[in-house]
């Protein structure tokens, strides 16, 4: 099941531009990550080292998911080197404002027994609050100071992304929004585009079990020799995006990250995108 992207991972060029994203700050992901949400204890640390062996790169965790210790577990135990793994975590929204950001940082990084975070992202923009501007600088001096090699937001809007830039002058590299079948988030891929802002894509399984039973996903999966979560997938990724899809369940999990042997025609790409569940 992992042939192909592991292939890929080591190919040629075109292969490797579909599997890595370059980042706009020089770095990269892998265009496949591991959700964790749910992910806890024990159980979650062995699904993530068990996902880490079998050829995922990126681990999508969270302070509010109280699972950071997990995901640091789950990076030791495996038997993959540090430095090729993405660990993501997430400031949360009762830590807005330079300080407690600074704070909440240490915490997390304390819970991951990891010297420097791969990827930090503000969880919720909390409008309501008005602090966001205040973490983000908070975020920008600990990139400088080498604990975080790219910061990014989450749920953000093009009028709070475009506050960052204007009052900081740094933009995100990454926003992470619900994006699936039925979400599509065009206006906003347009945005990140345009800024060269990745669009991580969460939930991108969400209305699994309706998208399962549908006869033109069931079509379209059966005439590419995949699955219908594959065509799920496959469909996301080719709007540009990274996908962080979840699975308790390791063969769902390697089901989920073999998606690089197959590319869905432009008809099919607007067959998937106007189904609604
Ligand atoms: N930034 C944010 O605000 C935010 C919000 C939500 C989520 N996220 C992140 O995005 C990640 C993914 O989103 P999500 O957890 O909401 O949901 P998701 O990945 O869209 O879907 C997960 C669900 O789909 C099932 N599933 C996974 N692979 C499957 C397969 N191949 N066949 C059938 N069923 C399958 C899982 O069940 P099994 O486990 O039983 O396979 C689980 O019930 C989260 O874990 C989290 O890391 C971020």
């Not at 430095?83 to 300080?99: A, I, M, R, Y």
């Not at 604990?147 to 830039?165: M, P």
Request: hydrophobic share 40%; net charge negative.
């Amino acid at each position: 099941m992992l042939g192909s992207y592991a292939a890929a991972m080591s190919d040629d060029a075109t292969s490797q531009h579909e599997t890595i994203v370059h980042l706009a700050d020089g770095g990269t992901l892998p265009r496949v990550g591991l959700g964790t949400w749910s992910l806890t204890g024990e159980a979650g640390a062995a699904a993530m080292a068990s996902a880490l062996d079998s050829g995922y790169r990126l681990l999508d965790s969270a302070q509010g998911y109280g699972n950071e210790d997990a995901t640091g577990e789950a990076v030791r135990r495996s038997g993959v080197p540090r430095d090729q793994v993405v660990v993501t975590t997430k400031l949360p929204n009762g830590s807005h404002g330079f300080e407690p950001t600074k704070a909440s940082f240490d915490e997390s990084v304390r819970a991951l027994g990891v010297d420097v975070v791969d990827l930090y992202l503000i969880h919720w923009p909390e409008p309501e609050q008005d602090r966001y501007v205040d973490s983000w600088r908070a975020m920008i001096e600990l990139q400088q100071a080498g604990r975080i090699r790219s910061i990014g937001v989450s749920n953000f809007s093009v009028e709070q992304i475009e506050r960052l830039e204007c009052e900081t002058g740094v933009l995100p590299v990454v926003n992470q929004v619900e994006l699936r079948i039925g979400l599509d988030q065009a206006e906003l891929r347009a945005f990140h585009r345009e800024r060269r802002i990745v669009t991580e894509s969460y939930s991108p399984l969400k209305h699994g079990s309706a998208l399962a039973a549908d006869p033109a996903l069931t079509r379209i999966a059966e005439a590419h020799g995949v699955a219908w979560n594959q065509v799920v997938l496959r469909w996301n990724l080719q709007l540009d995006t990274v996908v962080i899809p979840r699975s308790k369940d390791e063969a769902r999990r390697a089901s989920n990250l073999d998606l690089f042997g197959f590319t869905l025609g432009e008809d099919e790409m607007a067959e998937v995108g106007a189904l609604r569940v």
